[in-house]
DNA sequence: TGCTTTCATGGAAGCGCTTCCAACGCAAGG
DNA sequence: CCTTGCGTTGGAAGCGCTTCCATGAAAGCA
């Protein structure tokens, strides 16, 4: 292990000042190319890593990112688990260390640490833990921060944001026109925004094709699967022939209280979802979902993020990434013999 | 925010030098009980949070941990899910920051990362990677590493490991003893230490009960919950009246194949698992299963780890963690009418 | 050619903390 | 009463890096 080398032995192996060394590694300008190459040639062959610890004290800044995956009992479902992966590798391929933080018992105490210790330089939220109120502290507090989702009270804030409403519009059109007669839907909680506004694209899909809506085919729940399987039997009653479940795991619950009873997909009942966790695709049978693009999701957040640190006062910037639609077997296909 | 803060204010104004306020702080001894109260004291009236960065460059230590969670095109299962959770929870109880390393595309850099940086102190690995050859590189490398199950080549690593032959003969045993006349099992892969023994213990409860095994009874699959689901019809063709998947995700899948087939659980066939997510017990039916004390075998590895950062040659310390068996719907109860 | 401007460069000051070491005060021992 | 020794204390030297600033050389201009 040779972990022990320095700027200043990389400065003295390639002949100039470790003032300059450091400008060379770091592609700040003020060195001549040339020399700058030297640097990093001799870098290389010493094996030379950064100290981040000494980076940091002197810099400012930690080049580690937290990600707030959830906070309390929350258990980290498929959508966690993916955003987490995917978070991990954009973090890696920004040469980023990505702190997780889960379910401190004092979201106030996390807060602390993410301020005051130095230890990270900016927290990306996801979509799960936005409603929290000590997000708002977060937020308050002026910590760099962006929110994977829509805040549903502030719009002052970075985010990095999936398309709901017209892709849940366009999967419940898809639906509709592969030849569900009565679509009901299973929605996420209204306090997120995410929930509302995927009820909203299948209100919109209805209005496009001049359909009335049933009201008491949208059912409540809270994008827990077991929640989802439980809302089998009153989803069969009311006679639906597709349901949108507005997340995945409620539709994976609701699948399977389909298969329990014998009830085929999607001849008897087409479902699609919302998510597209790797479950899904991988699922049987796969589930006709929205595909979250979890990977440009993560990266577009860490880019901003990065973004925000360097200005000292930074506009929020709102970014949208738009999902595509995964054709699985829950559903019909689009035009069978070609329309 | 009063995030500025720094030891030589608290010194000052506790009228010591910042030698003896640091000592203070740290519970070094060489302080008067009065003097550290004091300071202490003054110390938390000023919102005073060290800076990590300063201390780990002066003190060599970085109070952050890494956790290996997989590799590679690896998934997050519910397994790692849940030890992740938990792994996140334990760190934060024992004051150390968790940073997540999943899949950097080669390996070595990941080591590099670890080792150089001085970003972390010590790994973690999840069984998940440990038979990748750079855990070796890593174990090579002298790092303070915590190995979460065994590794199949090497007895000179610390690990925490959780009980996996008598709890799997425990769980078989469970289903021999509630009516099953012929129990197949699922293994997960065979290069893994923690497959293997649990197919120890499958081969122990029937050698203890006197009963001869049917090799064909084994079916050897990949601890994925789709290969799980795809040996449904294998399963159920070679007679068994109950199976051990040996671990969850595969009995979920077998669960799903033998619903969609109107098999009845225990009835037509008891099933049991091992691991015990939270997906196991709030799913439809409970599965049967071995619980994995996941929160203590997340604390167990952080303090496993924190021990041995503090010895300079510290001797491989190994643990081993009890797992509990937890009773769902798809096997019969131990005793209906007491035996 | 003599001036200013530009730019690469190195010196050196910290960033906030830990820890070695010398200094000091005090109690016990001679 | 002076010495020895112990335990508490503060001074100060870094940890490895970034960055401000002054320097000097090269280049641009008249």
């Known amino acids: 292990m040779a972990d022990d080398v320095t700027l ?24 001549r190319p040339e020399v700058r190459d030297r640097v990093r040639l001799v870098a290389e062959a010493l094996g030379y890593r ?18 707030v995956v959830g906070s ?43 301020i005051g210790d130095g230890l990270i330089d900016g ?5 799960v833990a936005i409603g929290e109120r000590w997000v ?66 299948y209100r919109l899909a209805h209005e496009r094709r001049g359909l009335e809506i049933d009201e008491r085919m949208i059912f409540h729940s809270d994008f827990d699967r077991r929640s989802g399987y439980e809302l089998t039997e009153t989803v069969v009653a009311c006679g639906a022939d597709g349901v949108f479940g507005s997340n995945d795991e409620m539709s994976l619950g ?20 919302f998510d597209g966790t790797s479950e899904t695709e991988q699922g049987v049978p796969a589930l006709t979902t929205v595909l979250q693009p979890f990977q440009e999701i993560a990266n577009t957040a860490i880019e901003t993020l990065l973004r ?11 970014q949208l990434v738009i999902p595509e639609i995964f054709f699985g077997e829950t559903t019909r296909n689009p035009q069978p013999g070609e329309g």
């Open 8 to 31: 200043g032995e990389v400065a003295r192996k390639s002949g100039v000042s470790m003032a300059a060394a450091s400008r060379a590694l770091n592609s700040k300008d003020g060195v």
């Open 50 to 67: 950064p100290n981040r610890a000494a980076r940091n004290l002197a810099g400012g800044r930690s080049s580690v990112v937290g990600f």
């Open 72 to 114: 309390g009992e929350l258990r980290l479902d498929s959508y966690g688990a993916s955003l987490v992966q995917s978070m991990a590798r954009a973090a890696d391929a920004h040469d980023e260390g990505l702190m997780l933080l889960m379910d401190s018992k004092e979201p106030n105490v996390a807060v602390q640490n993410l």
């Open 123 to 127: 927290v990306i939220v996801s979509a």
């Open 136 to 201: 708002e502290e977060l937020l308050d507090a002026r910590v760099p921060t962006v929110l994977v989702g829509e805040h549903p009270r502030r719009s002052d804030v970075s985010v990095v944001n999936v398309e709901n409403c017209e892709s849940s519009a366009q999967i419940v059109g898809h639906l509709l026109d592969t030849g569900c007669r009565s679509v009901a839907t299973v929605t996420g909680p209204m306090t997120r925004v995410d929930a509302s506004l995927r009820l909203q694209g």
């Open 254 to 273: 609701l699948m399977r209280g389909f298969g329990e009873r014998g009830i085929k997909m999607p001849d008897d009942i087409a479902i699609a979802g």
């Open 308 to 318: 925000l640190m360097e200005d000292s006062d930074p506009p929020p910037l709102e």
